[in-house]
């Protein structure tokens, strides 16, 4: 059973940069393949970007392409979400989600293939 407990979030004004972490326990971190995802009040759960066992491939989603970008420390067990040029439309309670492969899925859009989640933490981008 692998346990990820998300950290890092806060209030922050538009223009600013936040990075998150994702502090996994419980498994062969590069085993899993590593995904970050947000959900705003009222909405559904939304892809932010996912990457490989290795940290080798990387995917992003649209909305974050060019001012967010995911990586992982396999040494420190560790996902990152380093978050540039924040917009109010960015605030969300974000999630860190694992899968029982290391490759990068074909969709990694697809939150129900995601075998564990953290408990979230609250972004808020507000001036």
């Known amino acids: 059973q692998v346990q990820l407990v998300e950290s890092g979030g806060g209030l922050v004004q538009p223009g600013d940069s936040l990075r998150l972490s994702c502090a996994a326990s419980?498994?062969?971190?590069?085993?899993?393949?590593m995904a970050w995802f947000r959900q705003a009040r009222g909405k559904e759960r939304e892809f932010v970007a996912a990457?490989?066992?290795?940290?080798?491939?990387?995917y992003h989603g649209d909305s974050v392409k060019g001012r967010f970008t995911i990586s992982r420390d396999n040494v420190k067990n560790t996902l990152y979400l380093q978050m540039m040029r924040l917009k109010p439309e960015d605030t969300a309670v974000y999630y860190c989600?694992?899968?029982?492969?290391?490759?990068?899925?074909?969709?990694?859009?697809?939150?129900?293939?995601?075998?564990?989640w953290g408990q979230g933490t609250q972004v808020t981008v507000s001036s």
């Open positions: 990457i490989s066992g290795s940290g080798g491939s990387t």
């Open positions: 419980g498994g062969t971190f590069s085993n899993f393949a």
């Open positions: 989600a694992a899968v029982t492969r290391a490759y990068l899925p074909t969709s990694p859009e697809y939150l129900r293939q995601y075998d564990f």
